[in-house]
């Protein structure tokens, strides 16, 4: 990581996902700046190399294109969550009660 600092290829990540309608930014987060790899000349490309920086780079720049799958994980953990909300308040039984006298349960 420092290899990646230290070639300038480390830049923040001004990110904002989609939530049903909602955007919502998450912050925080660092990136590999692209343009400024491929700006890099032959020894500072070598060095980070050499310091094993490139896999790192590689993954995050290809991780970026699943920020899709991201943003439909999203969706679909606030579908989850509706319904369970749901569920949970069809499963709140009306309509009984238990008898003091003899602890039996009644329906109405």
Not at 78 to 107: H, K, P
């Amino acid at each position: 990581m420092k290899a990646l600092d230290d070639a300038g290829l480390i830049t923040p990540w001004e990110l904002n996902l989609k939530q049903g309608e909602e955007v919502v930014p998450v912050t925080g987060l660092f990136r590999v700046d692209e343009a400024a790899l491929n700006k890099l000349d032959d020894d500072d490309f070598l060095t980070l190399r050499k310091a094993g920086g490139l896999p790192v780079v590689y993954a995050q720049l290809l991780s970026m294109t699943q920020l899709t799958v991201l943003e439909r994980l999203g969706q679909l953990q606030g579908q989850i969550l509706a319904q369970q909300t749901a569920n949970s308040e069809a499963a709140n039984l009306t309509g009984f009660s238990l008898a003091e006298d003899e602890g039996s349960l009644m329906f109405d």
